[in-house]
């Protein structure tokens, strides 16, 4: 909470029957300085919003804190019933391929935890519990200390007879000391694949574990842990479409594309997002969903290596890709 907000809080509630303009007046606010406060205020659940506009009064802290619990308490069911319905899908997409001759369907369980002391408690016990198969997807580099326990995590499973199979991005790779990282690995005996593009960071183990990020682009943010095979089969899927596209370490990488290897419509979106175009527009000029012309905009971020939009737009430029082929299609008509 910044000052100006803080000062006229205490002073609504110390002298409430002054009116939130009178007071914000006495405090030599201006009129966009006082709706800042307001607003803040608002967001945190300290002003009541009953009343003429000029009668809205302070908050108990207390009772403030009671409702930013209860709105990130439905925040997180809501979260939790999007992803059960994302789950539905791909359950839906890869069913019928993966349940072929399975056994009868196990328990299913989903569980959003925040808590990263936990997270890392939970994918410690499955690691240890692994007895078949291993896979993980990495959008970036690790640090020494996470390269360090992963190496001993490696020898303890592949000692045991677990196939540990990695999937990593291509420019992640590049850096030196990530290179070594995955000769470390590779020696071992782990399976590594390459990819231009990694959608996510994922964590699969026996076919009924999987760890997810409940924000693809916050890690911090907690994980989603999904149990059963029915659930983590989707995921499981996913991964091996994922592996069957990528290059097996150690193999020629295929050389800079340029922008020829995008499709026509990665080149169209590609031009949009140089010119600063929104994802809404991006999504009706392709004809195509606001949540697939946000994937394709992220898709063509990563393979650049670009950390914001600006920053893809000047690489592509650079690079030439922008003067391959010609931009935005017509519309739908």
Same mark, same amino acid.
């Given at each position: 909470m910044g000052d100006q907000t803080l000062a006229l809080y205490l002073e609504l509630r110390e002298r409430p029957e002054s009116g939130v303009e009178k007071i914000a007046a006495s405090l030599g606010f201006s009129t966009e300085e006082r709706e800042r406060? @307001?607003?803040?205020?608002? !967001? @945190?659940?300290l002003l009541d919003h009953h009343g003429a506009r000029d009668s809205r009064t302070a908050v108990e802290p207390g009772i403030a804190l009671l409702g930013l619990l209860r709105a990130e308490r439905e925040r997180l069911q809501n979260r939790l019933i999007e *992803? !059960?319905?994302?789950?539905d899908t791909l359950d839906i997409l890869a069913g019928p391929v993966l349940r072929a001759g399975a056994t009868p369907e196990r328990e299913i369980g989903v569980e959003i935890v925040t808590d990263l002391s936990r997270v890392h408690l939970e994918r410690a016990g499955i690691s240890e519990s692994v007895t078949h198969d291993r896979q993980t997807m990495h959008t970036g580099a690790v640090g020494r200390e996470e390269s360090e326990q992963t190496l001993e995590e490696d020898r303890r499973q592949l000692a045991r007879g677990v196939r540990v199979?990695?999937?990593?991005?291509? =420019?992640?790779?590049? %850096? +030196?000391? $990530?290179a070594r990282h995955l000769r470390d690995r590779a020696e071992l005996g782990v399976e590594i694949r @390459?990819? +231009? #593009? %990694? +959608? $996510?960071? $994922?964590?699969?183990? /026996?076919?009924?574990?999987?760890?997810? +990020? &409940? /924000?693809?682009? /916050?890690?911090?943010?907690?994980? &989603?842990i999904a149990r059963g095979s029915a659930l983590v089969g989707s995921y499981l899927a996913l991964y091996e479409y994922c592996w069957h596209c990528a290059t097996p370490h150690g193999e020629d990488s295929p050389a800079e594309r340029g922008g020829d290897g995008l499709s026509e419509q990665q080149v169209a979106a590609l031009h949009m997002l140089a010119s600063g175009v929104k994802d809404e527009e991006v999504?009706?000029? @392709? !004809? #195509?969903?606001?949540? *697939?012309?946000?994937r394709l905009l992220s898709e063509i971020m990563q393979e650049?290596?670009?950390?914001? =939009?600006?920053?893809?737009? #000047?690489?592509?430029?650079?690079?030439?890709?922008?003067?391959?082929?010609s931009s935005t299609p017509e519309g739908p008509a």
């Amino acid at each position: 909470m910044g000052d100006q907000t803080l000062a006229l809080y205490l002073e609504l509630r110390e002298r409430p029957e002054s009116g939130v303009e009178k007071i914000a007046a006495s405090l030599g606010f201006s009129t966009e300085e006082r709706e800042r406060c @307001l607003a803040e205020l608002s !967001g @945190l659940g300290l002003l009541d919003h009953h009343g003429a506009r000029d009668s809205r009064t302070a908050v108990e802290p207390g009772i403030a804190l009671l409702g930013l619990l209860r709105a990130e308490r439905e925040r997180l069911q809501n979260r939790l019933i999007e *992803t !059960g319905r994302f789950h539905d899908t791909l359950d839906i997409l890869a069913g019928p391929v993966l349940r072929a001759g399975a056994t009868p369907e196990r328990e299913i369980g989903v569980e959003i935890v925040t808590d990263l002391s936990r997270v890392h408690l939970e994918r410690a016990g499955i690691s240890e519990s692994v007895t078949h198969d291993r896979q993980t997807m990495h959008t970036g580099a690790v640090g020494r200390e996470e390269s360090e326990q992963t190496l001993e995590e490696d020898r303890r499973q592949l000692a045991r007879g677990v196939r540990v199979r990695a999937m990593y991005g291509r =420019r992640a790779a590049s %850096v +030196p000391d $990530m290179a070594r990282h995955l000769r470390d690995r590779a020696e071992l005996g782990v399976e590594i694949r @390459l990819s +231009p #593009v %990694v +959608p $996510m960071n $994922m964590f699969l183990a /026996d076919e009924n574990f999987a760890l997810l +990020p &409940i /924000d693809l682009h /916050d890690l911090s943010a907690g994980a &989603i842990i999904a149990r059963g095979s029915a659930l983590v089969g989707s995921y499981l899927a996913l991964y091996e479409y994922c592996w069957h596209c990528a290059t097996p370490h150690g193999e020629d990488s295929p050389a800079e594309r340029g922008g020829d290897g995008l499709s026509e419509q990665q080149v169209a979106a590609l031009h949009m997002l140089a010119s600063g175009v929104k994802d809404e527009e991006v999504a009706r000029n @392709l !004809g #195509v969903s606001l949540r *697939t012309a946000s994937r394709l905009l992220s898709e063509i971020m990563q393979e650049l290596g670009a950390a914001s =939009r600006f920053e893809a737009g #000047v690489k592509a430029a650079r690079l030439g890709w922008l003067d391959a082929r010609s931009s935005t299609p017509e519309g739908p008509a």
